[in-house]
């Protein structure tokens, strides 16, 4: 019989709860929170296919961003540009299937995701990024995919001060070293999963 069990955090006895790294009197710079039970699509057709979109439209409930860098998002999903005729779909809730148009890969049990937010966010990200993360730069609703700390990452600000990256789940303890050491100067809370 298969195992149905749900997959195992990549960080599981790596990234523990707490305050580290310097004591700042605003409190830590950088809040790191992993984000489990998403499930992520890879979504890719032919966007000069008249049906491509609207189909993938009506089964996720959002127009699929059609700019490099745009994202879209509306009650807990969000779409992310990755390049021509290639976006990325992270939900909370199940989606239906999509249409026979699109070629899509689950590869949600394959990546790491963490929401890191703060006031330090920036200027960790640009320690180890080549993007200029700027809020002038990089807004929010913006998403790009590039390496940080040698490690390619997709990279999404949510929010002014909050980036969501994806990092593929090989990569996950390597990455959260990056990370966390990046992140000393400032201090950082990391919160348990959710």
């Known amino acids: 019989m298969a195992d149905t069990s749900p997959m195992q955090s990549a960080l599981n006895g790596i990234a523990q709860p707490g305050d580290f790294g310097a004591d700042q009197p605003a409190g830590p710079g950088v809040t790191i929170t992993e984000r489990q039970g998403l499930q ?3 979504v890719a057709g032919d966007i000069r296919d008249a049906e491509f979109p609207s189909q993938v439209r009506h ?10 860098g745009e994202t879209r998002a509306s009650q807990g999903t969000r779409v992310l540009w990755l390049g021509p005729d290639r ?3 992270a939900t909370e809730d199940a989606l239906p299937a999509l249409s026979d148009a699109a070629a899509v ?3 949600g049990q394959g990546r790491l995701v963490l929401r890191l937010t703060g006031p330090r966010v920036r200027d960790i990200l640009a320690k180890g990024c080549p993007l200029d993360l700027h809020a002038s730069a990089f807004p929010t609703g913006h998403c790009a995919e590039s390496l940080i700390g040698h490690i390619g990452v997709t990279i999404d ?3 002014d001060e909050t980036f969501d990256l994806y990092v593929n789940r090989s990569y996950a303890a ?3 070293e990056w990370l966390t050491r990046a992140a000393m100067e ?3 809370r990391v919160l348990p999963a959710g």
Do not use: E, K, R
């Open 105 to 107: 890969n689950d590869v």
């Open 186 to 188: 400032y201090g950082y």
């Open 157 to 159: 600000c949510t929010a």
């Open 40 to 42: 992520i699509l890879h």
């Open 87 to 89: 976006w990325l779909v």
């Open 174 to 176: 390597f990455f959260w």
């Open 59 to 68: 089964a996720i409930g959002l127009p699929l961003p059609m700019s490099a």
